[in-house]
């Protein structure tokens, strides 16, 4: 991906990864998690929807890092421990969004180093500005008391402060929605188009109405095929060989038929 700023990190992801993303409705201090199934080795990372989507994309670079890395575990541990894998899947997200010689690249020549340049950066590569502060003492361009006192500034402060406030708002309502995965949606939307899934499975992975869902996929011009009915016709059905012995002699015993009747006769 070079050193150019990434764009939308859950499709990236879901694309060279062919991992299963999604944005979950989550507790205000639950952030990221990645799951695998053992056995057949899937692996699926949840993010929660935020207002803060800067930390949105961190999180999802951190939980990319931690399948790159294999950081498979029972779950016997305490995860919110700043433990070496942690510190390792951070240090990842940091390179991920915003690498050093990216940085460098984007900076030029520039020698004077400001606030409004904190913002520049933390707009064109959508990262935090404590992110961005610490990747900027990486490469030099500030003490170490200014990246103290830059991260503690937050994006929306940088965002009004420079003028961009409308696009934090956009992004902040862009990160604060569900999102189901997109293979998995794929997949659930061919199962609609053939028949033999409802549109209310659909409105469960997205979290919409069954009226949204039945809407969407009709203006998109997806709709539930017809299975053609079989019909045969009566000169192709076959031969039937039916014995009618022992019908009849089933009639004829529930008709009580006797039988031949003898007699002496009288005269």
Known sequence: MGLHPLGDLVA????TTRIDVAVLD??????????????????????????NPMRQRSTLAHELGHVCFEDWSDGTEGWSERTPVE???????RHLLLPVDGLREFLGDRTEITRSTL????QRFLVS?????????????IDDDTKQEWMALSTSHLATRFGWSDQYRAL????????????????????????VLPAQAIATLRGVPVEVVEADLLAAGVVPVEPPTAWAAAVDLPDVDVDLAALDED?????????????????
């Open 119 to 122: 913002s520049a950066i933390v």
């Open 172 to 195: 902040q309502v862009q990160s604060d929605q569900r999102r189901a995965p997109q293979q998995l949606l794929a997949r659930a939307i061919r199962g609609y188009a053939e028949a």
């Open 12 to 15: 990236i992801i879901e694309h």
């Open 251 to 267: 009639l004829g015993a529930s008709k009580g038929d006797p039988g031949p009747v003898t007699g002496d006769g009288a005269g």
């Open 87 to 93: 510190i390792r899947a951070d240090a990842f997200a």
């Open 26 to 51: 989550a507790g205000p201090d639950e952030h990221g998690l990645t799951m695998r199934d053992p056995a057949s080795g899937t692996v699926f990372i949840g993010v929660a929807r935020t207002r």
């Open 129 to 141: 500005p404590a992110l961005a502060s610490i990747v900027l003492h990486q490469a030099d361009r």
